[in-house]
């Protein structure tokens, strides 16, 4: 491993620098940082890293000074310049240092500076290969901060043992207050391909950045990785509900603005007490399923988190209810449906993960009415996975939203390939039957489509509607029998399927643009 040093005046740069990539997948290690080029320059001699990325202004002596010193102490360590677009007034200094290669801090990209560090790479291999960089954490501190944090969730350890444990750590529980906060990545890093790179060097910048929020109150803070979330443990004498929440609002900003990226959070009260403590750190664990319900950016505590209201089971009815719409090929109708289940949902805010199996197999009921829609089966199983993954119920909407898109899409498709042979079969049977009572409902059902769907085919295909050509064919079968001088009005309106003399005169006209006696009497002249 190569080490590196970080230099910039701005504490936020050097962490959205840290953040950026994944060193040691490049070869590199982070062993040291620094705020200004005296300081830098004694961590310098002190660790004799390989490569130092500094920023060019900065007080007590500036970029251009350290390297003038790292240059002469060693003339083969790599330099890389951090510049805002003004510092060009320094780059003659630059080029006499013979210092090439530059970043600009507001157009710093993942890309740019891992071209630029494997090039960097290059040079230090042909000038004498790699060596050994050094171990910067900890990892005594952290078993014991894990420790100390699983025994305060332990509920078969007493709070007497767990006062003893803390105060061994040399943590006093008398003169300080309490609080955790909860940080869950879930939503920002699902897709992230190195989110486990990021979280590590979130929990860095946790804990750094709350240390220098709270920089005059002497906190101490504990962390734990809990897959894509980080609990903190926040210890101090002066501890209130106010510093916790610009604490708080103080790291959602930066963590936009250097991270580009936001997290959902939770706080517990403050409390002076181990009991409290111990209480506040299983809500803690409780309310991180309540985070589903909430977006990415937002904030609960105890205060704003309500209880359930019971569980969500679908029903049947539901099951229906999405099939018409599905057959209908009601878009609509079936977004206000999504719609309606996302609000009833939100107020209930149930298990999240018993929420996620309900919708699971409420899509495989769906699916299965239109299971001839689709090749294989898989295509459900990729959206019931896609639900049971989902870290909030938004996203578990949305998933569903498209699902239900895919199945009309694909039923319609499938519909339209049969429409001739549907609509033909729907003709033969008017032909047939017109002189029975045939409604929408009876031949709809007969072809096996939604009455709503059957009214758009027919349309389409006929250039007519289903009630104008029923009427047609019986209007030209009573045209027929009209030239039979021995047939009745009332015997021919039963003959044609008409219930009423009056509505069949008036159809009549309406179809022929005469009076049924009018029509009558051209064939008896």
Request: net charge negative; hydrophobic share 40%; glycine share 4%.
């Amino acid at each position: 491993m190569y080490k590196i040093m970080i230099v910039d005046d701005e504490m936020l740069v050097r962490i959205g620098v840290k953040a950026l990539i994944d060193w040691q997948e490049l070869g590199f290690e982070i062993v040291a940082e620094a705020g200004n080029g005296q300081t830098a320059y004694e961590k310098y001699v002190a660790l004799k890293p390989d490569l130092v990325i500094t920023d060019i202004k900065m007080p007590k002596q500036d970029g251009i000074w350290l390297t003038k010193k790292i240059k002469e102490y060693n003339p083969n360590t790599e330099i890389i310049f951090l510049t805002c677009y003004d510092d060009f007034t320094y780059a003659k200094e630059a080029i006499k240092l013979r210092v090439s290669d530059y970043i600009l801090k507001a157009e710093m990209e993942e890309e740019e500076l891992r071209k630029i560090l494997l090039e960097k790479k290059k040079k230090l291999d042909v000038l004498g290969g790699q060596k050994p960089g050094i171990q910067k954490d900890n990892p005594l501190m952290k078993k014991q901060q894990e420790y100390l944090l699983g025994l305060l969730l332990s509920s078969n350890r007493s709070n007497e043992l767990v006062r003893e444990e803390f105060m061994k750590a040399q943590v006093e529980w008398n003169t300080r207050k309490y609080c955790f906060i909860q940080f869950d990545f879930r939503s920002s890093l699902k897709n992230e391909k190195n989110a486990d790179y990021q979280i590590a060097n979130i929990i860095s910048a946790c804990l750094e950045l709350i240390v220098n929020k709270f920089q005059d109150e002497e906190v101490e803070v504990f962390s734990k990785q809990f897959g894509k979330s980080i609990t903190c443990f926040l210890m101090s004498s002066n501890l209130n509900e106010i510093k916790i929440q610009k604490c708080i609002d103080y790291l959602k900003s930066s963590f936009k603005q250097y991270f580009n990226i936001s997290y959902k959070s939770v706080n517990s009260p403050v409390t002076s007490t181990i009991e409290g403590t111990r209480e506040y750190l299983g809500w803690i664990f409780a309310a991180s399923d309540y985070l589903f319900y909430i977006r990415e950016g937002e904030h609960l505590t105890k205060e704003t988190m309500h209880q359930s209201e019971g569980s969500f089971i679908y029903d049947a009815a539901m099951v229906k209810e999405f099939c018409q719409y599905i057959e209908e090929a009601d878009l609509d109708a079936i977004f206000g449906k999504i719609d309606d289940l996302e609000k009833l949902l939100d107020r209930q805010r149930s298990n999240s993960l018993e929420v996620k199996l309900e919708l699971s197999h409420m899509v495989n009921d769906i699916f299965k009415r239109f299971d001839s829609c689709f090749q294989e089966d898989k295509d459900v199983f990729d959206f019931q996975k896609r639900i049971i993954n989902s870290e909030e119920l938004r996203e578990a909407i949305e998933i569903i939203r498209d699902f239900l898109k895919n199945i009309i899409a694909e039923n319609s498709a499938n519909r339209a390939d049969n429409a001739e042979i549907l609509i033909k079969k729907a003709v033969q049977y008017i032909n047939d039957h017109f002189n029975k009572k045939v409604t929408l409902e009876d031949i709809s059902g007969y072809v096996g489509i939604s009455k709503y769907y059957f009214s758009v085919l027919f349309k389409k295909e006929m250039d007519i509607t289903f009630s104008s050509y029923l009427n047609s064919v019986r209007i030209d079968k009573a045209k027929q029998l009209l030239k039979n001088p021995q047939m009745t009005i009332n015997d021919m309106v039963d003959e044609v399927g008409f219930n009423d003399a009056q509505y069949f005169s008036k159809t009549f006209k309406k179809y022929v643009g005469m009076t049924v006696t009018e029509y009558r009497s051209r064939y008896e002249k």
